[in-house]
């Protein structure tokens, strides 16, 4: 048996914490799709294509990763890849309450779906999309919160 497991999210952009989950989740699971969601009805700080191609080039170097884009809802999406594990990463309190929600709503949608938390990594733990975004719309250097491939796309962005 195949183990698949979905790792969605906005990643808006991608951060060095978000890869941190890829890298240990590709480790627990046969096959992880890392998966961008694009439902929400905020417009989006990077376009989603040219990020999903630079999740990509990242995850190049983890043989059993795939990137890929998806819109309705997660429960939908993971049903058509045959998978019933969602990987979720945890960082504060904070993230507890949002998580918790979404992983019991997912449940209730589809009772065989199971949400795997991953702890976030310290030195990561206060990194988020949204800071990357404020830090780099105030000209401050972004460069060391993600990885080279998503700073190129944020320096195109922000000229
Ligand atoms: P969403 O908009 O669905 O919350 P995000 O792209 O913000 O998507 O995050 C996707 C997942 O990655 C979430 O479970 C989030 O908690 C987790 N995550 C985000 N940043 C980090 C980080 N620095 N360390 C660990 N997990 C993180």
Known sequence: MVR??????????PTNGHLDIVERASGMFDHLIVA?????HKTRFLPPE???????TCCEKHANVSVEMFSGLLVNFAQERG???LVRGLR???????EFRIALANKSLWPEVETV???????????????V????LLGGDYRKFVPDEVAQLI?????
């Open 83 to 85: 998978s019933n594990l």
């Open 50 to 56: 040219a990020t999903v191609e630079a999740l990509r």
């Open 155 to 159: 320096a195109q962005r922000t000229v």
């Open 117 to 131: 938390f991953l702890v976030s990594r310290e030195e990561y733990s206060f990194l988020a999309s949204s800071v």
């Open 36 to 40: 961008l969601g694009t439902n929400t």
């Open 133 to 136: 975004r404020e830090v780099a």
């Open 92 to 98: 504060a309190i904070t993230d507890f309450d949002y």
């Open 4 to 13: 698949t497991a979905i790792y969605a999210g906005s990643f808006d952009p």
